[in-house]
């Protein structure tokens, strides 16, 4: 009875009078907006600093890109998070930027991009880097996502709008028939067990053996579409459960299929380096993940890491950031079975980039290899790698978490295709339903500033529930209709969910970044098609 009451009243006065308690009653839970917004600063016309005092045990500031017309987004999030006093839904943007900061091991900065908003753990939008050579250094699921390796692939075309748009509809209606799309969607790809295992550990090496993939597919794809460090045996068996009928799957929420048109061209020698020749020419996005096995693997390492945190001691200032040290058991599980996810999903975009090329050859009656459908390029924007920085004038080996952020590699950096070495790595930006996309390249200074990271779409400006009650099906239709996109959608509700209204301006988000000069625009594509779950 005794040792109960000595450790009662230890734990009491060491949690009511710790730094952190303090700091969170004094500082976090009395601050008026005024007083949080005293933390942050105005550091050029496209970012804002936040300084290392902002949240409890910051390691390092956080910095974060946004240019006056996002910023306001950002602020009214923090805004209506001190009027709630941080009671129901996630923290802002803001402040998971700076609880990331806390993290052991992390490097330099936590960094938002123009894009960013709040999610489950890590900001929607954030990046940031841990030292590999530091054992404190962790892993985190919820810099990664749940959809692990969701990405986006654009295939070109030599078709122009004028041929394409007396067809339109009946493209349309033909890409949905070949792609499943939708929630609980199966795949048409015939696949085993032992077949998914190997696509686990052999990513697009897979398809290409399968005759799923061109051999020079995996040429424009990160990581040429494989993650060596895969690990299949890491994979649960209710992760591989959920995977096997959904290889070649679009699935549901912002994941689309769309036909595009060339729109705009910035920068015509990177253009043409991706065989984009002129204004009007057709091209394919698609964006999807890893499914539902890639949530599972997610899911699986979140509980097992939990674990891990309590025998380590691990402190963190939100529980939704759940990690483990980098070397220990349970971090080494976790990337194996990320990398092995990663490779799902590529494998996934492979085999709907198969379908298209069928659709499309059967509406125009020409072969895939007639109609040029090469892929350009191939991005993940929820990953985590080991990566090479220069960190205090030295090379040194760092775990990028890129969380709803893509990789922008500079010219003539090792990791991307001979074709791009003169212009840097593509990286594509899809735009919301109805809305424009872009192709950006990769530059200098974003690997500098940014581990070489820039936004990856136009990131949510409301809650799906907000926008299910805002908007009607036929307004959404109807403005769809009015801009001559043709639209195949599984369920009806997901239109209003996924309506730009529901979005920030992806225009904004990309002249951020390349104001800033962590990227540069090269093409901008308008839709003429959308094919939804």
Not at 217 to 230: F, V
Request: with cysteine.
């Amino acid at each position: 009875y005794q040792r109960r009451v000595f450790f009662f009243f230890f734990f009491f006065f060491f949690f009511f009078f710790s730094p952190s308690f303090f700091f969170f009653f004094t500082q976090k839970m009395s601050r008026t907006l005024q007083q949080e917004m005293a933390y942050i600063t105005k550091a050029s016309p496209h970012s804002y600093n936040i300084r290392h005092d902002f949240a409890p045990n910051m390691r390092v500031p956080g910095i974060v890109y946004v240019n006056d017309e996002l910023s306001g987004l950002l602020f009214d999030e923090l805004k209506h998070s001190v009027g709630r006093g941080d009671v129901g839904g996630f923290l802002p943007a803001l402040r998971q930027i700076a609880n990331v900061a806390a993290l052991p091991g992390i490097v330099r900065h936590s960094i938002g991009l123009p894009d960013v908003h709040s999610g489950y753990g890590f900001a929607i939008g954030n990046v940031a880097a841990f030292d590999m050579n530091n054992p404190e250094a962790i892993v985190s699921p919820g810099g990664v996502g749940f959809d692990i390796n969701c990405g986006v692939r654009l295939i070109r075309t030599n078709l122009m709008a004028d041929e394409v748009i007396p067809v339109q509809e009946k493209l349309a209606q033909m890409l949905f028939d070949h792609i499943p799309v939708g929630v609980g969607s199966q795949g048409v790809i015939p696949t085993s067990s032992g077949n998914l295992a190997e696509a686990l550990e052999m990513g697009m090496d897979w398809s290409v053996r399968e005759g799923y993939s061109w051999a020079e597919d995996k040429e424009h794809c990160e990581e040429y579409g494989r993650m060596l460090s895969a690990n299949p045996a890491k994979v649960s068996a209710r992760a591989r459960q959920r995977g096997l009928p959904q290889l070649g799957t679009l699935g549901a929420g912002n994941h689309y299929a769309e036909i595009q048109v060339v729109d705009e061209i910035f920068d015509r020698f990177a253009a043409k380096k991706m065989g984009i020749e002129r204004r009007g020419q057709v091209c394919v996005m698609i964006h999807s993940g890893s499914r539902g096995l890639g949530h599972q693997v997610a899911t699986d390492a979140l509980m097992a890491m939990e674990r891990a945190m309590s025998r380590d001691r691990i402190a963190v200032n939100d529980r939704q950031l759940a990690c483990a040290r980098i070397a220990s058991v349970e971090g080494q599980d976790y990337l194996g079975a990320m990398a092995a996810a990663a490779n799902y999903a590529w494998v996934n975009r492979a085999s709907m980039t198969f379908l298209t090329r069928q659709a499309f050859g059967k509406c125009f009656n020409q072969s895939p290899d007639d109609l040029d459908m090469h892929v350009i390029y191939d991005v993940s924007h929820n990953i985590a790698k080991v990566e090479e920085h220069m960190v205090d004038g030295r090379p040194t080996q760092l775990l990028v978490h890129r969380k709803g952020a893509t990789r922008a590699f500079p010219p003539h950096h090792p990791l991307i295709p001979v074709d791009y070495q003169f212009t840097g790595q593509p990286v594509l930006i899809g735009g919301t339903m109805g809305t424009c996309s872009y192709v950006l390249t990769g530059t200098e200074t974003g690997f500098v500033e940014t581990w070489g990271s820039t936004c990856h779409g136009a990131g949510r400006a409301s809650s799906r529930c907000k926008a299910r009650k805002n908007l009607s099906y036929q307004d959404v239709l109807s403005f769809l209709s009015d801009h001559g996109i043709s639209i195949r959608v599984a369920s009806p509700k997901l239109v209003m969910e996924e309506a730009p209204e529901s979005y920030k301006d992806v225009s904004a988000v990309v002249n951020t970044c390349h104001a800033a000069g962590i990227s540069n625009k090269a093409i901008k594509l308008r839709p003429i098609a959308v094919i939804k779950g």
